[in-house]
DNA sequence: TCAGAATTTTACCATTTGGTAAAGTAACCC
DNA sequence: GGGTTACTTTACCAAATGGTAAAATTCTGA
């Protein structure tokens, strides 16, 4: 066994594999995948070379080890949508937590958009196994809302579509942002986009 | 003068830089620029990488070109938004024409997110210089519709930065669209987006 | 305290990558 | 046809990159 991960991890195991995680979140979320070098995560890690491949069986370990932890907390915000609550809140609230995790994990967001971008080769798998049941169960939901009458009648799919897109859009897009804007407004933003989706979703007569 | 292209450019100039700008936008938009490499620019323009560098100066020299040529076609939809036009079928005629874009031009919508998404490093200045005019000259406008009671009041930046989400989500996100969706539907976000679009900027009562 | 395990460092290596020099071939113009 | 220019190929190279072997060091529990 050269893994050492195998049992439980020592407190030294988890401090570093911590460290070269978030290294490596800061480095692959700036350059995608391929454009990011071991050197520079062992730099901003404080860890050597080798010494990060104790840890990792290789660059593509640790790509594939960061997308997984952030499926989850990119998952979380849609699970929350409760059933039971009254439909334009439990939809608002969704686009709030969207925008606040965009302006919380903007690097998260961008490792997310460069693996989506550059086709999802090392995450498709997880895009079907997680991503799509829970997509579609929440499609489902909204459109028994729409049926009761208690949302206006759009298409659930590309609702959620938007509403990635709309907020997702101020962390991956950040640089120009910046440019138009000379700063980010995540209030503006958030106003505007409740407005947004309180006018498109609320019942009409 | 190691420069071929200081005067007239030749038939075969012409031919061959077009053949790899083509080569260079397909791998540039599916890899980033750093995850790009010259030989596969090559082998995808089927030209020599020696002869590649008889007609550029270098890699980067091949994706400012590409960079600068995509910003005309960018700003083309929002410089068609007419002044004397009527407001509601100006800016849905412009989410029309953003989204006729991803569809027709996916590649260049995700080689400019990808240049956007690592920080603009080579286009920041095109941003500045080209862009942002252009997006204060439209909010100015949009407010003035907006004063004049034909739109309802929200922030024109934002709705531009909606908009711009919106659309180009479908060609930056497509790996994700496809797995959600079982394929495209372009119209099913043509249907979608004219009506959150409609219910935005109707002026209420 | 001390043997064995866990961790870190040093010294490498093979491949890939952006790029160049120079010789060869094709095109053009008189 | 021949000289000049434009283009293309061949043969390289230095640096960067992902990764490894093995020695050295630090930790840990009996």
Chains 1, 2 share one sequence.
Request: charged fraction near 25%; include cysteine.
């Amino acid at each position: 066994m050269t893994e050492p991960r195998e049992k439980k991890p020592s407190r030294i195991q988890q401090r570093n594999r911590g460290k070269i995680l978030d290294a490596a979140l800061h480095v692959f979320s700036q350059h995608g995948y391929r454009g990011a070098t071991l050197d520079q995560i062992a730099e901003a890690a404080g860890i050597s070379k080798p010494n990060i491949l104790y840890y990792f069986n290789g660059k593509e370990d640790i790509h594939v080890t960061l997308l997984s932890q952030l499926m989850e907390t990119w998952l979380d915000p849609l699970i929350d949508m409760n059933p039971d609550g009254d439909p334009l809140t439990e939809l608002l609230g969704y686009v709030q937590r969207k925008l606040d995790m965009s302006r919380d994990f903007p690097r998260e967001s961008r490792l997310f958009a460069n693996e989506i971008l550059q086709g999802a080769p090392r995450m498709s798998p997880h895009l079907e196994a997680a991503l799509k049941p829970l997509f579609e169960e929440k499609c489902a939901l909204i459109q028994t809302w729409i049926d009761a009458g208690q949302l206006a009648p759009v298409s659930p799919a590309h609702l959620i579509f938007s509403i990635w897109a709309t907020t997702q859009h101020y962390a991956d897009f950040d640089a120009q942002v910046q440019v138009l804007l000379d700063g980010p407004d995540y209030k503006g933003a958030e106003e505007y986009l409740v407005r947004l989706y309180t006018d498109v979703l609320a019942p009409k007569s």
